[in-house]
C-alpha cells in the first residue's frame, strides 16, 4: 500500500504528542475496537500521552463482548451429531460455562477453523452428509461477508449449509453505554472498519443527545494520535462529530454491503458480555432465510455459569483496568485464559498482558 | 477480528478479483463492492473486499498531519 511508511513515521508520531500534550487539561477517551486497542498498547501510547490523556477500553471486540450463553449454544451444537462447525479462529478458545469449542474438538465434535465465510461453503460442498455450520461472529465489518455467504448458499440451493448468526452492532452499543448510570468520557475514538460499512452518520446521535466528540479513524498509530489530539481539540471546541479515515469511510457507508446485511438480517435484541441485552443490538436471518437459521435448533445447554471471578463484563465497559482484575496475570494468562478479553488476540485483557504489563 | 488489509487489484474476473497480499495472489470477493477496476485498493476482511480505499484521501491525510506538525500553536487545524 502506497504511502504506509508515512503513516508510521517517527517524526511524525513524535510531532503529533507533543501537540496533544500542548493541549490545556485532561482527558479520558475511550476506544471501541479491538484493532486500535491493540495499536494503543503496541505504540506504547497509554505511557506516552499520560497525564494529560487517559485512555480507556470499551466494548470494542467482538468475541470478547459475545455473551457465555451463546457460546454455550456454539458448544451445543458442534456436539450434535452429523454437525461440523464453522468457525473464526478467535472463537475456539473463548470460555463457555462447560468449555470451549476447542475443547470440544479435542473430545470429538467436528469443528473447522475458517479464515473466510466462504471456506465454509466450500466445506458444505465437500461434505454433503454433514450439516455445516457456520458461527457467524462479528461487527458490521464481518456481517455483511456472512449476509453474503448466506445468500450465496441459498442461491445455489445447497441444503445442509447453516449460519448461526451472534453478529452484533456497534451503534446500539454505544447508545446504551453512553446511558449508563455515571458513565463519563470525553470522547470516544470510533472504529474504522466498522464505520467503512455503516458510514460516519451513523454515530451522529452520540454528538446530538449525549454531547460526546467522535472521531472516527484509522489503524496506525498516527492515525489513533490524530484522533486523539482532534477529541482532546473538541474539550474547547465543542462537541462534534469527525472522520479521520476519509481515505475508507464515506458518511453513507458502503450502501452495497448495507443492502446486503439489510436483504439477509434484521434486526434483534442481543445479549452483551457485560452490558446485558442491548434492544436491536444484534442480527438475526429474515424469514426467507430461516430454512438456514441454525439458531433456532433446540440444544441441551448447561445453566450459564460465572467464570470464577472474571472481571471482563467490567473491563468492556471500561469500569476497570486488567490490572486492576485479581485474575489478570496471575490466573488468567493467554496461554491460560479464563476470560474472552485475554483469549482474543484483540482483547484488553491480551493487549495489556502482551505490551503493557509491568515485569513482576 | 475487524481487521481490514488495503490490496491491489491485479485481475478482475465477475465478481471476483485477483489482489496481491503480502507478496501473494489470492482470490477476493467482491459482492460487496461497486466499480471496482484493475489499479484500485480495495480493503480485504474475510476473503471479501468491503469496499475501495481513497488514494487522493490518503494523500490528504498525509498532507494534514504534515501540516499538524508545522503549526505553532496547538487547536488552529482548519
Known sequence: MKYLDEFRDPGTLRALVAKIAGLPGSVTLMEVCGTHTMAISKAGLRQVLSPGVELVSGPGCPVCVTAVADIDRAVALAHMPGVMLATFGDMMKVPGTSGSLAGAAARGAQVRVVYSPLEALVLARENPGLDVVLLGVGFETTAPAVAATVRKAYAEGLCNFYALSLHKLVPPALRALAGLPGFHVDGFILPGHVSVVIGGEAYRFLVDEFSIPCVITGFEAADVLQAIYRLKSMKKSGPALENEYSRAVRPEGNPRALSVMWEVFEPADAEWRGLGSIPGSGLALKERYRDLDAGSWEVSRPEPGGLGGCRCGDILCGRIRPVECPLFGVSCTPDSPVGPCMVSTEGTCAAYYLYEREEP | ?78
Open chain 2, 1 to 78: 477480528m475487524c481487521l481490514a488489509v488495503p490490496a491491489e487489484v491485479v485481475e478482475l474476473e465477475d465478481e471476483i478479483a485477483l489482489v496481491v497480499l503480502g507478496g501473494a495472489r489470492q482470490r477476493v470477493d467482491l459482492s460487496l463492492c461497486d466499480d471496482v477496476a484493475v489499479g484500485d485498493f480495495v480493503l480485504v476482511h474475510a476473503g471479501y473486499a468491503i469496499d475501495k480505499v481513497d488514494e487522493y484521501e490518503a494523500r490528504r491525510t498525509l498532507e494534514l498531519f504534515e501540516e499538524l506538525a508545522r503549526l505553532e500553536e496547538p487547536g488552529e487545524i482548519p
